[in-house]
């Protein structure tokens, strides 16, 4: 009964190798994001969409990419990650963008060699 | 600047005690509070939700309170299990730069509950 998914939970690439991460939902929400959470520090907002909208935070490295070809799927690409893309990325959904609940995923972690 | 602080950063209790997380924000105008639970390497999920006119909710061993005139928020774990042992973050929604609604996260109080 898993709600928002992501896959693969673990990650691991070599510098410069680009990677792809991915996030489902069955909750048929609007909106999906994409954050980006360093050790003990609070998740960091990269961009989402709402709908087919894409919405990009201001300080969001080109470097970092998404796709969501349908409401269910959205992904995560890092053209050429570096050491210190390595975190956790934390896949979420509303139903809407203000006053809606976000349902986390499990998170991957990345691992950058 | 819209920020969330959250207080203390870790904390270590003994099982069946009760304690109270902290959580004070600037952010403007205000929509609303979330508190989240997060265990460690999975995602966050979500204890209560509050609204501006909301001052205390309650989700089984958790209760959380808002005063917006002050703008601090708490959240109180009675009788403490082995589980509650993970970070909880509070999250504040509101309105950013460009009119668009965002969550702004605290960095979390970490907790530990000791057998």
């Known amino acids: 009964d898993a709600m928002v998914i992501q896959n693969p939970r673990y990650q691991v690439t070599q510098f410069g190798k680009p990677v792809t991460l991915s996030c489902s939902q069955t909750l048929n929400h609007n909106v999906m994001y994409w954050y980006q959470q360093k050790s003990s520090q609070a998740p960091k907002l990269l961009f989402h969409?709402?709908?087919?909208?894409?919405?990009n935070e201001a300080d969001t490295p080109d470097n970092f990419q998404s796709r969501r070809p349908n409401t269910s799927f959205c992904f995560l690409d890092i053209r050429s990650p570096g050491l210190g893309d390595a975190a956790m990325y934390l896949c979420a959904t509303s139903r809407g963008g203000r006053t809606y609940e976000q349902y986390f995923g499990p998170g991957t972690r990345l691992t950058v060699t | 600047k819209n920020q969330v602080e959250q207080s203390p950063q870790s904390l270590i209790i003994l099982e069946g005690k009760n304690c109270t997380l902290q959580c004070n924000y600037t952010v403007s105008p205000f929509s609303n509070l979330r508190w989240y639970k997060q265990d460690t390497g999975r995602g966050p999920v979500s204890l209560t939700i509050?609204?501006?006119?909301?001052n205390t909710k309650s989700n089984g061993r958790y209760t959380a309170t808002l005063d917006a005139d002050t703008k601090q928020s708490s959240l109180h774990i009675t009788a403490s299990q082995l589980s509650d042992s993970a970070s909880y973050i509070c999250v504040v929604s509101g309105r950013g730069a460009s009119g668009t609604y965002k969550y702004i996260f605290g960095t979390g109080t970490r907790l530990k509950v000791l057998a």
């Open positions: 969409y709402y709908d087919k909208d894409f919405n």
């Open positions: 509050m609204t501006f006119s909301e």
